[in-house]
Structures are given as structure tokens and as C-alpha cells.
């Protein structure tokens, strides 16, 4: 069964330190979203990406963040100056548009920054 | 902006016993999608409700999305142990840039 992928599992950075974030999403799905989730609470949406461009950001996605599609496959996220408060899991999700709805989620990235 | 409460934010029960968790939108919602997320994993889909009033049935999983498209609910007969996990709605709006996730109801199921 296809699914969504992410490197690293886990990436631990020092304060300041730019990070990026990696995604493999379902092969033909149209839409992708990063989301993060502090420890034990809900998840957050970040952004979604449709038709090689940003289609929506939360208030959280700031001057720091950006995602880029290079090359039809990977969606990567990067974070420019991390913070403490970046410490999160990263999810990364797909849907196919065509086919439904459902979000495919990646098993995310831990990032911990120090 | 647009805000998914969901309630309880806990529930223990002891296996065999029901459960439900109920979430409420601020404003309309276009779909409801409802997720299970297990300890130390990645949100996993269940459901997505569409329609006013919809209700939907997964084993003993029933799905319910209000007439005006502003609360949805999730009610587990008979838990099991495997029922275990944290349970998120997911609001989308009238596209699909964005969803709203609840805050999550994290069950236990005591066997």
C-alpha cells in the first residue's frame, strides 16, 4: 500500500541552526500539508501546497518557514532560525483530490532543538 | 479565526464499556474528518462525513455530522483495548487548504 515518507525520524539542532524537513508524499496525489504537534497536544496545521505553490499558512508559518517541491517528489519543509519553540513532531500529509479526501499522514519528523 | 473544540480531553473506561467524544466548530464546516492517532504514532484516517446530518457506521464505530454542519460526534460500542489511542475531528472549510484539527480525546480502555 502506498504511503507517505519522511527523513529524518528524528533531528535534534542547536538554536539558530537552519533545519529541513523531508517528505515524500503518495505518488499522483495533488495536495500536501506540514503539520506539527507539540508533546500531547493537537495537531497543528502549517501550510498546504497545490499546483507548485503555497495554497494556505497558519499565523505559525512566519518569515522562518518555507517549502518547496524541487522536483516533482520530495516536499520539504525548512525552518531558517530554529527556536526552542520549533521543538515539535512534524507531520507531513498527502490527499489525492481525485480519488477522496482522506489526508495521508507520514510518520513525522522529531525535532528537537537545544 | 475558526476554532474545533472537542470534548472530553480525557476518558478511562473499562473494556466493554461506550464511548463517545463530541466536537464542535466555531462556524460551518464543508466536511468532518475524524482520525485515530496511537501512542507515539501518526494521525490515521477513520472517516470523513460530508453531508448534513450524515451518519456513518464503521463496526462499532458510528460517526454522526450535525444539521448545520458545526459539530460532529464519535461513539465507540463495547471498547476493546485496541480502541486505544487519541481521537482528532478535522474541520475542513469550503476547500481543502486548510483543516481545523479538535483538540483531541485521548482514550484509555482498561481491561
Known amino acids: 500500500e502506498p504511503e507517505v515518507t519522511q527523513t529524518p525520524s528524528h533531528q535534534v539542532t542547536q538554536m539558530g541552526q537552519e533545519v529541513i524537513l523531508r517528505c515524500v508524499p503518495i505518488s499522483n496525489h495533488l495536495y500536501f500539508y506540514w503539520y506539527r504537534q507539540i508533546l500531547g497536544q493537537k495537531v497543528e496545521f502549517l501550510v498546504s501546497f497545490y499546483n507548485n505553490e503555497i495554497s494556505e499558512k497558519s499565523e505559525i508559518f512566519d518569515d522562518q518557514f518555507s517549502v518547496e517541491r524541487p522536483d516533482g517528489s520530495n516536499f520539504t519543509l525548512k525552518i531558517r532560525s530554529t527556536k526552542l519553540e520549533d521543538s515539535a513532531m512534524y507531520f507531513c500529509?498527502?490527499?489525492?483530490?481525485?480519488?477522496?479526501?482522506?489526508?495521508?499522514f507520514g510518520p513525522g519528523t522529531r525535532l528537537t532543538v537545544l | 479565526g475558526q476554532q474545533v473544540m472537542q470534548i472530553p480531553q480525557y476518558q478511562h473506561v473499562q473494556e466493554g464499556e461506550d464511548f463517545t467524544t463530541y466536537c464542535n466548530s466555531s462556524t460551518t464546516l464543508s466536511n468532518i474528518q475524524w482520525y485515530k492517532q496511537r501512542p507515539g504514532g501518526h494521525p490515521v484516517f477513520l472517516i470523513q462525513l460530508v453531508k448534513s446530518g450524515e451518519v456513518k457506521k464503521q463496526k462499532r464505530l458510528t460517526f454522526q455530522f450535525g444539521e448545520a454542519k458545526k459539530n460532529s460526534s464519535l461513539h465507540i460500542t463495547a471498547t476493546q483495548t485496541t480502541d486505544v489511542g487519541t481521537y482528532f475531528c478535522?474541520?475542513?472549510?469550503?476547500?481543502?487548504?486548510?483543516?481545523?484539527f479538535g483538540s483531541g480525546t485521548k482514550l484509555n480502555v482498561k481491561p
Open positions: 500529509a498527502s490527499i489525492s483530490w481525485i480519488v477522496g479526501n482522506e489526508q495521508f
Open positions: 478535522a474541520g475542513a472549510g469550503y476547500n481543502f487548504n486548510k483543516f481545523y
